[in-house]
């Protein structure tokens, strides 16, 4: 394809069309020194600004970009101190937030720091967009239905820690229920898995006959499943009779999990409380599903699903089996959309049908977007903050914007369009997302493309 | 030359961790305010208190104060404050401080299931929470009663303004299995609510249909919780009367024509058709698409999903024309002297001076609660059996008695027509409870 | 690629190819579906007819909407999202300016309803293309040699972007427009009013499509897309101005969901901000089923789903109703985009495997 930077010199209109390319054409132009010199530009930047809104904040970007600098100089043959420095970081940090999120003071303009039990929403979101990632960001197949796997996990969950199905009487390891209760009770922990389980294998039922289609096809099969599950579990009130799904009124109360006999629902004491608990269970979840993420995408398969992505002719002609591949990549996607989808549930001690929009599913997509496709550090950073912005950020920046200008207009309305809005800029400006993976980064900017968009024909 | 940025670097890093720490590590003073601890920022307002010393507990509004409702909950939270204010935020010996709590998100512009489990987690644990008022949306009640119900030192109260949903409080035709033992783990009750449940609304309209002398009845409901409800507990109230249902299905809120549903309910032979759901999904297509082919012959009734009635108006114009729409409660113009009062004096602090009905029933709500602390030994348990124990005589709702379901013995039922595009009042209906009751 | 893979691929799909089943299966389908109907025919004749027509009507709207989706399909293999809401902010402009600007209503006199409406046709086809072409301009053709899935992610991105802007200017609430066309009866089938609203739909859509195929088949412009569509490097080398082809394509596919917003608008007398999404989707699913980048299966197509919608709302023996309707239009996708890529008209490609 021809290059394209005479274009822009050309008419006036197509400087203008092209402007939003711009900045990353001239950052692309510079030396490295000048380059170097405008990161620590933008880094002190960044910091000024969230010292603006909120100054620990701005200390633990600080810490981030300080252990960031000081890897580089840990000798190579403590490697192990270099991987481990960050998310040890993050790790106390996040452990030990219920202690201290009360005391900090409100940020500037975001409001107060987010509870304990929104940062257990954000947590699953990060499951859900860390699981997402495997599909697009690494096997590069766009997933718009990906909400059917967290739909899956969810009703799973219910239908075996609720009341649902009232006639049978079945307790397994359940904690904080009643041995008269009717219904499945299963311990929620073995759910989990085997929710994720389920899903995967929804996953693998769906992913067999579409996976053999191309990119944009297979994003718009899934997301017909995206808009079908929904539907059926608003209609599975009376399928031929039985009620499947409990329809509209949606499936309330599920069991909580339990350790040590307590439910995470009571909580214990004034330390172990309700919040705490869940909040600790997810970070662990979240550790654990990054581990596999990392531990996938540098493994055999992880490395079939990258030379997919970046060219499927290439692959294929090295051996890679396409099929068996990407249905790998659908099949542990859709896991952990559906272990997340479970705790989610469990959490909310509710299913609904009407949680489970193609809004859900484009939002996670954002996320993913947002942090950078095949970065999971950028991932969990995307689906943090996005899903704090749904949960609190929109309504008290609008809050705030009110209070300054004196206007009445509803932020959190128009969410969708701000983050329509950061898909696009993403993707024009900085395509391989905020915290890029290097190969990722490679691909956008050196233009490793297999299959040129506008160049459909080509095989 | 590779030590010494190290070494700088990690001293910088230690520094910074230490300055976290520090900056971390000062007391929750500033959340707290006196004996009461207040809810968490993130969700709630600010403790609402003015009267002397600080407060010893914390009453909770849990409403959706985001999206299209919000003008609405919002002036709930204005009521509530108002009556707070009237009783000199006292109740007994009791000085209480109030929070309005948002259940809604962004992404829903609505009640969402995620925030009302953390509010509900949020009350149960903070002891200082004495009672909630709430929640605006059944499916969020749902969430909130069970763990209020199990709540660490016994089960908190609720009382609810708006909730409809039957299986809330007790069993009936169209309720789920479980239902509503389900939401009381404990085997106490501690939910109550002052609006007459769906089981009423429907069958005030049957009883209204049958008053109109109409033959047969074709129900469509919007297959969510409220018009799914509401739609059944009418069906059934008609089969009790023996008027015959000529069909029940359902209309999809995203379909662009809905010619084909009303042929199929002009081949059905109703003279009637009931309305189930809410106006605002996609109502007035509907009812433009129905009157267009079944013609002015055929009456239309809906229940108060369908208010504002002004909404119905301008969204299906003039073939509403004619239309009943039922309301449970009864206006605020048919309010007792105590409830004319309120909406005189409230009205007045508030602008355009307006007064949403649920404003009286949140004003109410508030009241209940108050006499239930008061007449409490100061325990939420107690405060929760007290309110199951409520009787209101000359309240804003006039007189009224809640059961040991939680149900309120006032059960008025307003049904309005649109004549020259406006509301007027038809009747108010009280339904006989032989009628309502299944067994 | 899709050659190696689908050698490569053994699935129980390929194997179901293989052994000719599809055509088995297709047929009994075919051939259950048109058991039901003609059943339902003889049931309820005249209501079957009225039915059949208001699916034809809604069809066609459909119709104008999958002619934009297959036209730049055809041309980029873009998915472009963003039509749909093309189309509602088409529809939001004809409302504003006829209602408000013009003040066409119910009672306004023939000539003056012609003339508004010809004129509201203008500024909305107007209206649309340019949108459109700034669209392409701005968030798409940076975008060009991107990896394929990029505008396609920045097109949904557009797609929300639109949709507040009308959540912005029309409410959460739907925009209820007054009658503007004529509502009387042109014929009546057995108590069933067939209204002129639905004929002025078909009268303005099936001109359009004639104009279409035309001008692709028979302009200079339609050939500079045509070879465009098929390899844009030699259709540079040969002269043709690749950029300004695209745009032109865009501005016409805007021209035509600024036609169909206008006539959703009068037709169902009803507008709402997320309609855009939920017609486009619909009006994908058409394209898709009566082949993508086939103009004339693109409205085969959406007659088809504007009839199964009706059929399955509007009959009465056993009917899955309405509540299922969003289900069958997403599984007809399913099974075409699995079993024929290619749609009912298009022909086979090897993208399609």
């Given at each position: 394809m021809a290059e394209q930077l005479p274009e822009y010199r050309q008419p006036w209109y197509h400087r203008w069309g092209g402007m939003l390319g711009e900045p990353r054409r001239r950052w692309r132009g510079m030396d490295d020194k000048h380059r170097d010199q405008a990161n620590w530009a933008l880094k002190a930047l960044l910091v000024i600004v969230v010292a603006i809104i909120s100054w620990p904040l701005a200390l633990l970007v600080v810490a981030l970009f300080a252990a960031n600098y000081v890897d580089q100089y840990?000798?190579?043959?403590?490697?192990?101190?270099?991987?481990?420095?960050?998310?040890?970081?993050?790790?106390?940090?996040?452990?030990?937030?219920?202690?201290?999120?009360?005391?900090?003071?409100?940020?500037?303009?975001?409001?107060?720091?987010?509870?304990?039990?929104?940062?257990?929403?954000?947590?699953?979101?990060?499951?859900?967009?860390?699981?997402?990632?495997?599909?697009?960001?690494?096997?590069?197949?766009?997933?718009?239905?990906?909400?059917?796997?967290?739909?899956?996990?969810?009703?799973?969950?219910?239908?075996?820690?609720?009341?649902?199905?009232?006639?049978?009487?079945?307790?397994?390891?359940?904690?904080?229920?009643?041995?008269?209760?009717?219904?499945?009770?299963?311990?929620?922990?073995?759910?989990?898995?085997?929710?994720g389980l389920i899903t995967a294998l929804i996953g693998i039922l769906i992913g067999l006959p579409t996976l053999r289609l191309r990119g944009d096809y297979l994003a718009i099969v899934t997301l017909g499943f995206g808009e079908i599950l929904p539907q059926v579990a608003n209609n599975g009130d009376n399928l031929g009779g039985f009620n499947l799904t409990n329809g509209p009124n949606g499936i309330t109360p599920i069991d909580a999990p339990g350790l040590f006999g307590t439910s995470f629902q009571t909580g214990s004491g004034t330390f172990f409380t309700g919040p705490r608990l869940y909040f600790w269970l997810v970070l662990a979840l979240v550790a654990i599903t990054v581990f596999c993420s990392l531990r996938l995408r540098d493994s055999r398969l992880g490395r079939a699903w990258i030379a997919i992505r970046e060219d499927e002719t290439a692959a294929a002609a090295m051996g890679v089996p396409l099929m068996r591949t990407k249905t790998w990549a659908y099949a542990t996607g859709a896991f952990f959309g559906g272990v997340a989808g479970a705790y989610f549930a469990s959490f909310k001690s509710s299913t609904f049908p009407n949680d489970f929009s193609f809004n859900i599913s484009a939002f996670i997509l954002s996320m993913v977007i947002l942090g950078g496709m095949g970065n999971v550090w950028g991932v969990m950073f995307g689906a943090a903050f996005l899903a704090y912005l749904n949960q609190e950020g929109l309504a008290n920046i609008g809050h705030s914007l009110n209070q300054t200008f004196g206007t009445n207009f509803e932020v959190p309305l128009y969410q969708?369009?701000?983050?329509?809005?950061?898909?696009?800029?993403?993707?024009?400006?900085?395509?391989?997302?905020?915290?890029?993976?290097?190969?990722?980064?490679?691909?956008?900017?050196e233009g490793v493309h297999d299959t040129p968009l506008y160049d459909a024909r080509h095989e | 030359m590779t030590r010494k940025p190290l070494l700088t670097a990690l001293l910088g890093l230690t520094a910074v961790l230490a300055l976290v720490a520090a900056g971390c590590g000062g007391g929750g003073s500033s959340s707290s305010s006196g004996n009461a601890t207040?809810?968490?920022?993130?969700?709630?307002?600010?403790?609402?208190?003015?009267?002397?010393g600080k407060p010893d507990y914390i009453i909770a509004s849990d409403l959706p104060l985001q999206g299209s409702g919000r003008a609405q909950t919002v002036q709930m939270t204005e009521a509530i404050k108002f009556i707070l204010k009237q009783h000199n935020f006292k109740a007994g010996k009791y000085n209480i401080g109030y929070q309005s709590c948002d259940d809604a998100t962004a992404q829903e512009g609505a009640w969402a299931s995620e925030k009302c489990s953390a509010n509900a987690q949020a009350y149960a644990q903070n002891k200082s929470v004495i009672g909630v008022i709430g929640t605006f949306n059944s499916g969020c009640a749902e969430i909130i009663i069970p763990v209020l119900n199990r709540a660490p030192d016994g089960p908190v109260g609720m009382i609810s303004p708006a909730n409809t949903y039957v299986g809330l409080t007790h069993s009936g035709p169209g309720t789920a299995a479980g239902e509503p033992q389900k939401y009381y783990p404990t085997g106490k009750r501690n939910y109550i609510r002052i609006v007459a449940a769906d089981d009423f609304q429907g069958a005030a309209d049957a009883l209204n249909t049958q008053q109109l002398g109409l033959k047969k009845i074709y129900i469509l409901n919007d297959k969510?919780?409220?018009?799914?409800?509401?739609?059944?507990?009418?069906?059934?109230?008609?089969?009790?009367?023996?008027?015959?249902?000529?069909?029940?299905?359902?209309?999809?809120?995203?379909?662009?024509?809905?010619?084909?549903?009303?042929?199929?309910?002009?081949?059905?032979?109703?003279?009637?058709?009931?309305?189930?759901?809410?106006?605002?999904?996609?109502?007035?297509?509907?009812?433009?698409?129905?009157?267009?082919?079944?013609?002015?012959?055929?009456?239309?009734?809906?229940?108060?999903?369908?208010?504002?009635?002004?909404?119905?108006?301008?969204?299906?114009?003039?073939?509403?024309?004619?239309?009943?729409?039922?309301?449970?409660?009864?206006?605020?113009?048919?309010?007792?002297?105590?409830?004319?009062?309120?909406?005189?004096?409230?009205?007045?602090?508030?602008?355009?001076?307006?007064?949403?009905?649920?404003?009286?029933y949140a004003a109410q709500s508030a009241v209940v609660l108050l006499s239930a602390i008061e007449k409490s030994d100061g325990t939420r348990a107690d405060v929760a059996a007290k309110l199951l124990d409520t009787k209101v005589t000359d309240g804003i709702l006039g007189n009224f008695q809640i059961n040991s379901n939680g149900d309120t013995n006032s059960n008025p039922v307003t049904v309005y027509q649109i004549k020259n595009g406006k509301q007027t009042t038809y009747k108010t209906i009280t339904p006989p409870t032989d009628l309502v009751k299944s067994s | 690629m899709a050659t190696v893979a689908s050698t490569q691929q053994s699935s129980w799909i390929g194997r179901i190819r293989a052994a000719g089943l599809g055509p088995a299966i297709a047929t009994t389908l075919v051939v259950l579906l048109l058991l039901w109907l003609s059943v339902n025919l003889a049931k309820t004749p005249s209501d079957f007819a009225s039915v059949a027509l208001e699916g034809l009507t809604l069809g066609l709207v459909y119709g104008l909407i999958a002619l934009g989706y297959s036209l730049v399909y055809g041309i980029l293999e873009l998915i472009n999202f963003a039509h749909g809401d093309v189309f509602m902010l088409g529809s939001w402009v004809s409302f504003s300016f006829a209602a408000n600007r013009l003040g066409l209503g119910a009672n306004t006199s023939g000539i003056a309803v012609i003339g508004g409406l010809l004129l509201t046709l203008l500024v909305a086809m107007a209206f649309c293309g340019i949108l459109n072409v700034t669209i392409e301009r701005l968030a798409y053709r940076p975008l060009r040699n991107a990896p394929r899935l990029a505008p396609l992610i920045t097109a949904i991105g557009m797609s929300f972007i639109l949709q507040n802007v009308g959540l912005y200017l029309l409410g959460p609430a739907p925009v209820s427009v007054p009658n503007i066309?004529?509502?009387?009866?042109?014929?009546?089938?057995?108590?069933?009013?067939?209204?002129?609203?639905?004929?002025?739909?078909?009268?303005?859509?099936?001109?359009?499509?004639?104009?279409?195929?035309?001008?692709?088949?028979?302009?200079?412009?339609?050939?500079?897309?045509r070879a465009t569509a098929q390899d844009q490097e030699a259709a540079a080398m040969m002269g043709i101005n690749v950029n300004r082809t695209i745009s032109f394509t865009f501005l016409i596919a805007g021209a035509l969901a600024g036609v169909a917003g206008l006539l959703y608008a009068l037709y169902s007398t009803n507008i709402r901000y997320d309609q855009g999404f939920q017609l486009g989707l619909i009006a994908f699913t058409a394209a898709v089923l009566g082949g993508i980048g086939n103009l004339p299966g693109a409205v085969l197509g959406a007659i088809l789903i504007g009839l199964i919608q009706q059929f399955n709302e509007g009959l009465s023996w056993h009917a899955p109703s309405s509540q299922w309707t969003q289900s069958i239009v997403f599984a007809i996708l399913i099974l075409i985009l699995v079993f024929r890529p290619e749609g009912l008209l298009g022909e086979r490609t090897p993208e399609g495997g």
């Open positions: 840990v000798p190579e043959k403590h490697a192990w101190a270099r991987r481990a420095l960050i998310p040890t970081l993050i790790a106390i940090v996040a452990i030990t937030y219920p202690f201290y999120n009360g005391s900090l003071h409100d940020m500037r303009l975001f409001g107060a720091y987010p509870d304990v039990n929104t940062a257990v929403i954000m947590g699953v979101y990060v499951i859900m967009a860390v699981g997402l990632n495997i599909v697009v960001g690494y096997a590069g197949l766009l997933d718009l239905g990906y909400v059917a796997f967290y739909a899956m996990g969810a009703y799973t969950c219910a239908w075996f820690a609720s009341v649902q199905f009232a006639h049978r009487n079945v307790h397994f390891g359940a904690t904080g229920v009643g041995s008269s209760t009717p219904g499945f009770h299963i311990n929620i922990w073995l759910l989990l898995l085997i929710a969708y369009g701000i983050y329509g809005a950061i898909i696009v800029l993403v993707m024009l400006i900085r395509p391989e997302g905020l915290i890029p993976s290097a190969r990722r980064q490679a691909e956008f900017q | 207040a809810l968490p920022a993130s969700s709630c307002s600010d403790i609402y208190y003015q009267g002397s969510q919780a409220y018009g799914l409800g509401v739609a059944t507990d009418y069906k059934n109230a008609l089969t009790k009367l023996n008027i015959p249902v000529a069909g029940f299905s359902a209309w999809n809120s995203k379909a662009s024509s809905y010619t084909g549903l009303a042929t199929q309910i002009k081949q059905s032979g109703a003279d009637a058709v009931f309305i189930g759901g809410l106006i605002c999904e996609n109502g007035g297509k509907l009812i433009k698409d129905l009157a267009s082919v079944l013609g002015k012959k055929v009456t239309l009734m809906a229940p108060d999903g369908f208010t504002p009635i002004s909404a119905v108006v301008s969204g299906a114009g003039s073939v509403s024309e004619g239309m009943y729409i039922s309301v449970a409660g009864e206006p605020n113009e048919k309010l007792g002297p105590t409830g004319q009062k309120f909406v005189k004096d409230f009205g007045a602090t508030q602008s355009g001076g307006n007064v949403d009905p649920y404003s009286s | 066309l004529p509502t009387g009866a042109v014929f009546t089938i057995g108590g069933n009013e067939y209204r002129w609203s639905s004929l002025i739909v078909a009268m303005t859509t099936i001109p359009i499509l004639f104009l279409l195929i035309w001008l692709v088949q028979r302009t200079r412009q339609g050939k500079a897309m």
